[in-house]
């Protein structure tokens, strides 16, 4: 792309979670979709968009596997004079695995987007639609989809009420957004941004569940482009068995847009 000519962009993936509810006892870039690895499909489609001149990637402490499946498309990517792909150690939340990731970033770098390796069919457009808002000047600017459920906050009921919560709120389903990653920013910005959460409490550290909350408590404006539905984050056996399909069907090949 034109524009990833004049930034100089790093790709951080966040893979050091436990995937605990997809229930198959290995972390979730382990889990195979498609006969390989998540995180294979993950890297496969960052580096398909082109966008990329580093790749960082946080993967648990110690996993010998995931550090072999990233050391063998570094190679792969070198041969084809692709990105640079370094893995550091993951956090025990993902901002500590954020953080961890950045601190790896090389020197020169401009921007960085921030994609969770649970989402492992991103299309390439969405990875273009974020690096030309930034090229546009963004310094934030995050992938959505309009919300179609009507979604309602709640609190807790107190004993003897007849059902455990009570709704206290329907925001307006208009201005709702289901953000998906890869989330893009200025370097410099991201940087700030996390260091201004260096002094929350544990609880609130592990509240963060986006990068982009981390720029909005700046005061920075965060802009919106269109995400996609292949973007779907793989959570339960069901998101498994939908990206199963997708990968079948004829939403095939992957990575593109359909
Ligand atoms: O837990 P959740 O599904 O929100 O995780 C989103 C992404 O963050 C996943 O790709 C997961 O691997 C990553 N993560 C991480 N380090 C953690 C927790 C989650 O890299 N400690």
């Given at each position: 792309?034109?524009?990833?000519?004049?930034?100089?962009?790093?790709?951080?993936?966040?893979?050091?979670?436990?995937?605990?509810?997809?229930?198959?006892?290995?972390?979730?870039?382990?889990?195979?979709?498609?006969?390989?690895?998540?995180?294979?499909?993950?890297?496969?489609?960052?580096?398909?968009?082109?966008?990329?001149?580093?790749?960082?990637?946080?993967?648990?402490?110690?996993?010998?596997?995931?550090?072999?499946?990233?050391?063998?498309?570094?190679?792969?990517?070198?041969?084809?004079?692709?990105?640079?792909?370094?893995?550091?150690?993951?956090?025990?939340?993902?901002?500590?695995?954020?953080?961890?990731?950045?601190?790896?970033?090389?020197?020169?770098?401009?921007?960085?987007?921030i994609?969770?390796?649970?989402?492992?069919?991103?299309?390439?457009?969405?990875?273009?639609?974020?690096?030309?808002?930034?090229?546009?000047?963004?310094?934030a600017v995050i992938p959505a989809?309009?919300?179609?459920?009507?979604?309602?906050?709640?609190?807790?009921?107190?004993?003897?009420?007849?059902?455990?919560?009570?709704?206290?709120?329907?925001?307006?389903?208009?201005?709702?957004?289901?953000i998906?990653t890869?989330q893009g920013f200025?370097?410099?910005?991201l940087?700030?941004a996390?260091?201004?959460?260096?002094?929350?409490?544990?609880?609130?550290?592990?509240?963060i569940t986006d990068d982009a909350m981390l720029v909005e408590a700046?005061?920075e404006p965060v802009y919106v482009?269109?995400?996609?539905?292949?973007?779907?984050?793989?959570?339960?056996?069901?998101?498994?068995?939908?990206?199963?399909?997708?990968?079948?069907?004829?939403?095939?090949?992957?990575?593109?847009?359909?």
């Amino acid at each position: 792309m034109n524009e990833s000519v004049q930034m100089k962009i790093a790709v951080v993936v966040v893979a050091a979670g436990s995937g605990e509810r997809l229930g198959h006892g290995v972390p979730k870039a382990r889990v195979p979709l498609g006969g390989e690895p998540m995180l294979v499909h993950s890297l496969r489609g960052i580096l398909a968009s082109g966008v990329a001149s580093q790749i960082a990637v946080a993967i648990p402490a110690d996993d010998e596997i995931l550090r072999g499946i990233c050391g063998s498309l570094s190679a792969e990517a070198a041969g084809a004079q692709g990105p640079e792909i370094v893995v550091v150690d993951g956090g025990g939340t993902r901002a500590e695995s954020v953080a961890a990731a950045l601190a790896a970033i090389a020197p020169g770098t401009t921007a960085v987007l921030i994609h969770d390796a649970a989402r492992p069919l991103t299309p390439v457009e969405v990875y273009h639609r974020v690096v030309k808002s930034l090229a546009a000047g963004a310094l934030a600017v995050i992938p959505a989809l309009a919300v179609v459920d009507t979604v309602k906050t709640v609190t807790p009921t107190a004993p003897g009420e007849p059902a455990v919560e009570r709704v206290s709120g329907t925001p307006g389903r208009s201005q709702l957004r289901a953000i998906q990653t890869p989330q893009g920013f200025d370097l410099a910005t991201l940087r700030r941004a996390h260091e201004g959460a260096a002094g929350m409490s544990a609880a609130e550290y592990a509240a963060i569940t986006d990068d982009a909350m981390l720029v909005e408590a700046l005061g920075e404006p965060v802009y919106v482009v269109h995400g996609s539905p292949h973007s779907l984050k793989i959570t339960t056996p069901t998101d498994l068995l939908l990206a199963e399909a997708m990968l079948q069907g004829p939403l095939a090949p992957r990575w593109i847009e359909g």
